[in-house]
C-alpha cells in the first residue's frame, strides 16, 4: 500500500509564502516524476509544477517566477515553495506521483490541502 501524505497549507495574506510538503511512503519500489495540482472551488484540477528524475521542471504560466519545485528522492518527498501569493493561488492543493508499487505502477494523489489567500 502507496501512501501520500501533504502538510503545508493554511491561511496567508496576499504576498505571503507557503511551502507544501507530500511525503510518499509503503510499498515503494521507483517514483517517476512528482507533481503539484490545484483545485479551486467551480474550477477543474490544473497542473501547478512537476520536476521529474532528473530534476527538469515545469510550470503553469502563472505561478512561474514565484513557485519553485524540488524533490528529496531519499525522503520521498516533495515540496512546493509558494512566494508573493495572490488570492487567485487559492485552492486545494494536491501531490500527484506515478509509482511502482509492489504489484502495478499507477498514478498517486495525496489527500489535498487547503491554501488560503487573502486580500
Known amino acids: 500500500q502507496v501512501q501520500l501524505v501533504e502538510s503545508g497549507g493554511g491561511l496567508v495574506q496576499a504576498g505571503g509564502s507557503l511551502r507544501l510538503s507530500c511525503k510518499a511512503s509503503?510499498?515503494?519500489?521507483?517514483?517517476?516524476?512528482m507533481g503539484w495540482h490545484r483545485q479551486a472551488p467551480g474550477k477543474q484540477r490544473e497542473l501547478v509544477a512537476e520536476i521529474d528524475n532528473f530534476d527538469s521542471t515545469n510550470y503553469a504560466d502563472d505561478v512561474k517566477g514565484r513557485f519553485t519545485i524540488s524533490r528529496d528522492n531519499a525522503k520521498n518527498t516533495v515540496y512546493l515553495q509558494m512566494n508573493s501569493l495572490k488570492p487567485d493561488d487559492a485552492a486545494v492543493y494536491y501531490c500527484?506521483?506515478?509509482?511502482?508499487?509492489?504489484?502495478?505502477?499507477?498514478?498517486?494523489w495525496g489527500q489535498g490541502t487547503q491554501v488560503t489567500v487573502s486580500s
Open positions: 500527484k506521483m506515478p509509482i511502482t508499487g509492489r504489484w502495478s505502477t499507477r498514478d498517486y
Open positions: 509503503g510499498s515503494i519500489f521507483r517514483i517517476y516524476s
